[in-house]
């Protein structure tokens, strides 16, 4: 229950930011890394509960190389695209697919490795 009241709470004032400032000051408000922080350890934690309660209806392995597939072919359109939304070149298209790729895939392998665990 508090850390309803308190995300509300971040959520309140980043969006004051967002209306009163616009989104490039609400995103150098230290409020947005606590709270991309804060959610991303929610989400992390909330992992560990739902594979416990998750049926296994493919091998984990198999999961994960359909996820980095998917991924990997989600990752070059955005890494095709990319220099055309800012007119930069193919090194910043390479970074964007790059990125997205690691932090997309980042908690596929948590995933795998909570579903090995609990299967053993």
Sequence with gaps: MAYAIQT?????????????????????N??????????????????TISVDHEVQKRA?????????????IISIAVGIFAPFENESGPISGFIAGGVFFICVLTPYICL????IKRKD
């Design 30 to 47: 230290p409020l947005w890394f606590v709270f991309m922080l804060s959610i991303t350890v929610v989400s992390f934690f909330s992992m």
């Design 60 to 72: 984990p392995k198999k999961s994960l190389l359909i996820s980095i597939a998917i991924i990997a």
């Design 112 to 115: 795998y490795y909570i579903r």
């Design 8 to 28: 509300l709470g971040i959520l309140g004032i980043l969006g004051y930011d967002w209306i009163t400032k616009g989104s490039e000051e609400m995103f150098k």
